[in-house]
Structure formats: structure tokens, C-alpha cells
């Protein structure tokens, strides 16, 4: 989906509305979107943190050909159903 494989919109119900907001506008700016020959991005090792049994922050390296980027984001348990959300999402 950050490739533009596939829509934002599939992981809207994984999202609250900012975390969804924030994956819709990196999929617009398209910073992971392979450039030139169609490059499979590889991920590198995942470093996660728990800051409350409710949240966890992780980050990951995702190699496109020569280049590199991190993706961070912020999972958040919702209240009442129990469910992991995106809240939110960055590549730089």
C-alpha cells in the first residue's frame, strides 16, 4: 500500500481517523513508491517498544534498490473492541 500496490483504504478499519489521515497522505506522497525498474521493498529487522499495555511503537528499515527509509508508527488497543489500530504512521 506505501508502494501503491495496493489502496489505503484497506486498512482504514485498522486505523483511527489520524492514523488513517497520516497513511492516506503518505500514500499520496508516495515516498516508498519504487522509482525506475519495479523494486520489491525489503524489510529489515522490526524495533518495537511498549510504553503501556495499550500501545506499542515500532519502527522498521525498508529498503527500495539503493535506498532506505524507516517507517514508525503507533499501534493502539481500542477501548471498547479490543482491536490494534494504527494511530500513527511515518516514513522519512
Given at each position: 500500500?506505501?508502494?501503491?500496490?495496493?489502496?489505503?483504504?484497506?486498512?482504514?478499519?485498522?486505523?483511527?481517523?489520524?492514523?488513517?489521515?497520516?497513511?492516506?497522505?503518505?500514500?499520496?506522497?508516495?515516498?516508498?513508491?519504487?522509482?525506475?525498474?519495479?523494486?520489491?521493498?525489503?524489510?529489515?529487522?522490526?524495533?518495537?517498544s511498549?510504553?503501556?499495555?495499550?500501545?506499542?511503537?515500532?519502527?522498521?528499515?525498508?529498503?527500495?534498490?539503493?535506498?532506505?527509509?524507516?517507517?514508525?508508527?503507533?499501534?493502539?488497543?481500542?477501548?471498547?473492541?479490543g482491536?490494534?489500530?494504527?494511530?500513527?504512521?511515518?516514513?522519512?
Amino acid at each position: 500500500m506505501l508502494t501503491g500496490v495496493r489502496p489505503a483504504g484497506q486498512l482504514q478499519r485498522h486505523t483511527t481517523l489520524d492514523g488513517y489521515g497520516g497513511l492516506t497522505a503518505l500514500v499520496r506522497s508516495g515516498p516508498l513508491r519504487p522509482r525506475g525498474a519495479a523494486t520489491r521493498p525489503r524489510l529489515g529487522r522490526v524495533h518495537d517498544s511498549a510504553p503501556s499495555a495499550e500501545v506499542v511503537e515500532a519502527c522498521v528499515r525498508v529498503e527500495l534498490g539503493p535506498r532506505h527509509h524507516m517507517v514508525a508508527f503507533r499501534l493502539e488497543r481500542h477501548r471498547r473492541t479490543g482491536q490494534w489500530q494504527c494511530a500513527v504512521v511515518e516514513a522519512r
